[in-house]
């Protein structure tokens, strides 16, 4: 069973930048897609980026592509989110989560754990 636990949330305003973490135990870490996902209030939890096991690999959606970069440390069991130029539209709640595959995915329903989020607020 993987535990996952975000950090690194907050209130900013639009143009500022903030860097999401996520740290992984329970698991081989290294052996896991990671993805972020958000959900806005009223809204359904969608796709912001995912990152093959080594690295090597990242996916992106489009709103949010040339502006937040994913990466992972596999030594320090950590995914982390880099958001830059952040706009209101950016406002969610923001979840890590895991699955051992080995093809990125966008779905929500492909990601076996969760964590329990952290808020990210942007104002203009």
């Known amino acids: 069973q993987v535990q996952l636990v975000e950090s690194g949330g907050g209130l900013v305003q639009a143009g500022d930048s903030l860097r999401l973490s996520c740290v992984g135990s329970?698991?081989?870490?290294?052996?896991?897609?990671m993805g972020w996902f958000r959900q806005a209030p009223g809204k359904e939890r969608e796709f912001v980026a995912a990152?093959?096991?080594?690295?090597?690999?990242?996916y992106y959606a489009d709103s949010v592509k040339g502006r937040f970069t994913i990466s992972r440390d596999n030594a320090k069991n950590t995914v982390y989110l880099q958001m830059n130029s952040l706009e209101p539209e950016d406002t969610a709640v923001y979840y890590c989560?895991?699955?051992?595959?080995?093809?990125?995915?966008?779905?929500?329903?492909?990601?076996?754990?969760w964590g329990q989020g952290t808020q990210v607020t942007v104002s203009s």
């Open positions: 990152i093959s096991w080594t690295g090597g690999r990242t």
């Open positions: 329970g698991g081989t870490f290294a052996f896991y897609l």
């Open positions: 989560a895991a699955d051992p595959s080995l093809y990125l995915s966008d779905y929500v329903r492909d990601y076996d754990y």
